[in-house]
Structures are given as structure tokens and as C-alpha cells.
């Protein structure tokens, strides 16, 4: 939805068919889909370095093709060394495709180091949950003559998978936080000095890790339970924003006894690393201007597909900054 909001704005020409669920799905059509969805319209979701030197990523001033082409030159001898196995230039199809395929493989991977996520009690997903019907994956699926999305899941332990995890304790949604948030600002313009043995500014450590445990959504009406949703919410906001980097390394026969994970392509090998960046965590004080971005990125929404579809249908939100967000649990 925020894709239609940043359009309409001017800050992309495009909307880009990349869907966060497709991503996550660990099914490989879909995360396929995903991360080429990612090289056609990068805008700031993807940069690709080689050698330290940015190649792709945040051009929006000439059309994707001619970025993807020079890329493809760029790669190429990563995926098709020079080495006679290969009669011809391969294609910049062919490129792309040992990219995504290598991308996709390092995300799925478990052989990185698990760490304290593993610590965390598993979270649920929600039924039925698995796809969005707006999304282009579906849609295209949908055209294609299927009728059933196959549903596959992310392997416990690898990078998305610890990073859904932690996306998924945001269980209530800005718009079922923003009363806990009143509660909170509520009691601290009582009791201001309670607010550094409630911990909303820290300091993030053992207690605080283990205040994220406790998922329940029985609200008792107290402000510890505020709190936890609250902190809670904090760590899935910072669990979506933040940046993955993927490193890789081409790797050859005569290092097979290297005991780094190892990914192989069609005619090459990788030796990878897996990070997440960005993991400074939200602001407490950041949650009103959250819950108002929301309300205008859902009112712009509605509005453009009332536009494109029910023209004469009124608006279910009124037009303005407060108003209640309908948002179901990926």
C-alpha cells in the first residue's frame, strides 16, 4: 500500500511488483519472483556491490532494462567464468537467473549462526495468511490457470525465518498499539519517574529480552502489559526496516576443504556471509507519527482503488490524519 502513496508523491515513477510475502514464503517461485520483482524496480530496497563499488540499486531516471543488461555484464564472470565450460556470451536472462538462484539459496540456508534468536518461542503464523490476493504474484499466478497457492514455509533457522520472528511480535498492529500507547503517556504524566523502571529507553538487556516472551493478548488494563506490546512493536518495526547483506565470494574446486558455507551455482561456487544492519531500535516517541503514516498510507489506498474500481462507493475513512487502520496479521 505504501507503494501507491510514494508514486503518487513523485518519489518513484513505478510501482514495483515486489511483495514482502513472497519473500518470506520460502517458496522458491515466489521468492523468484521477489527478488527479480527487487532488480526491475530496486528503488531503495536493493544495491549490489562488486569490490566494494556500487553497481545497482536506487537508479529511477532510465528504464530498468539497460540497468539489468549492464549488470548482467558485470556478473557475468562470477556465474560463467572464463574457464571453456560456456560456448558463447550467455544471456543477461541466464545471469540473473544464477543471481536469484544463489540470492534465494543463501536466504534459505541454516548454516549460518543461529545466536540467542533460537531462544525465542516460536510465533505462529496466522492461517490463511500466506499470500496477499492484491499482491502481482498471485495475480499473475491466478491468470495462469491455478487455482491453489501452494504454501511451503521458511526452514527454522535460517535468516528469514529469525527475521519473521521477530517481525511477527507485532501482534495487535499500530492501530490496536496507539490506545497502549495513550495508557502509557497516561501514567507517565502522573508518574514521570517511573519511566527509566519501565525501560523505554533502555537500557536492551536481559530483562528487556525477556519481556518479549510474553505473548499474551489478554490485556489486564495495567501498564506492564502496555509496555511489553509496546517494546514489542518497537523490535518489529526495527525487524522490517532493517538491511540484510549478503556477501559472497567465488570459491574454487581446490578450496573444498574450506569449512565455509559453501553455495553452488551452475557453473560456480560461493563461500557467503549473512548480516542484518540497521538494528538501532524505534524510537518509543516515533509511534503517533507511525500511526499517523499509516492512516494516510491506507486513506490513499482506498481512495485509488474506490477511484479505479467503485468510483461512486464512499470512502470507508474519512479524510483525514485519525482514523482506524483495518490491517490483518501477516
Known amino acids: 500500500m505504501h ?50 563499488e556500487l553497481i545497482y540499486g536506487c537508479r529511477d531516471d532510465q528504464e530498468y532494462l539497460s540497468d539489468l543488461n549492464e549488470l548482467a555484464r558485470q556478473l557475468r564472470p562470477f556465474f560463467f567464468p572464463a574457464n571453456g565450460l560456456v560456448a558463447g556470451p550467455p544471456c543477461t536472462k541466464n545471469v540473473l537467473k544464477e543471481l536469484i538462484h544463489v540470492l534465494t539459496a543463501t536466504l534459505l540456508s541454516t548454516s549460518t549462526d543461529t545466536g540467542r534468536a533460537g531462544n525465542m518461542k516460536p510465533i505462529p503464523v496466522s492461517q490463511g495468511r500466506h499470500y496477499c490476493e492484491a499482491g502481482h504474484f498471485c495475480t499473475e499466478y491466478l491468470r495462469s490457470g491455478k487455482h491453489k497457492m501452494e504454501s511451503a514455509g521458511l526452514p527454522k533457522g535460517c535468516i528469514l ?19 497502549l500507547y495513550k495508557r502509557v503517556e497516561k501514567y507517565l504524566e502522573e508518574c514521570p519517574e517511573e519511566r527509566s523502571t519501565l525501560l523505554l529507553d533502555g537500557p536492551y538487556d536481559e530483562t528487556f529480552f525477556e519481556r518479549l516472551k510474553d505473548l499474551s493478548l489478554e490485556d489486564d488494563g495495567s501498564v506492564e502489559y502496555a509496555v511489553t506490546k509496546i517494546q514489542q512493536y518497537r523490535v518489529a518495526m526495527t525487524a522490517k526496516d532493517c ?11 581446490e578450496e573444498c576443504f574450506d569449512s565455509r558455507p559453501l553455495i553452488k551455482a551452475s557453473r560456480s561456487s560461493f563461500t557467503y556471509s549473512v548480516s542484518i544492519l540497521d538494528l538501532d531500535l524505534k524510537p518509543y516517541e516515533n509511534i503517533p507519527h507511525q500511526y499517523k503514516r499509516d492512516s494516510k498510507i491506507v486513506n490513499h489506498y482506498l481512495k485509488s482503488i474506490q477511484t479505479r474500481e467503485e468510483p461512486s462507493t464512499s470512502l470507508i475513512f474519512p479524510d483525514s490524519e485519525d482514523c482506524t487502520l483495518l490491517l490483518h496479521q501477516v
Not at 28 to 44: C, D, G, P, T, V
Not at 161 to 172: R, S
Open 3 to 52: 507503494q501507491h502513496l510514494k508514486v503518487a508523491k513523485g518519489k518513484w515513477k513505478r510501482i514495483s511488483k515486489y511483495c514482502p510475502l513472497d519473500l518470506f514464503s520460502g517458496h522458491k517461485q515466489r521468492m523468484h519472483f521477489a527478488l527479480m520483482s527487487l532488480l526491475q524496480e530496486s528503488q531503495n530496497n536493493l544495491k549490489i556491490f562488486k569490490n566494494g
Open 243 to 253: 538491511s540484510i547483506m549478503i556477501a559472497l565470494s567465488p570459491s574454487v574446486q
Open 161 to 179: 525465518y529469525k527475521l519473521l520472528q521477530a517481525q511477527m511480535l507485532d501482534m495487535l498492529d499500530i492501530e490496536g498499539l496507539h490506545p
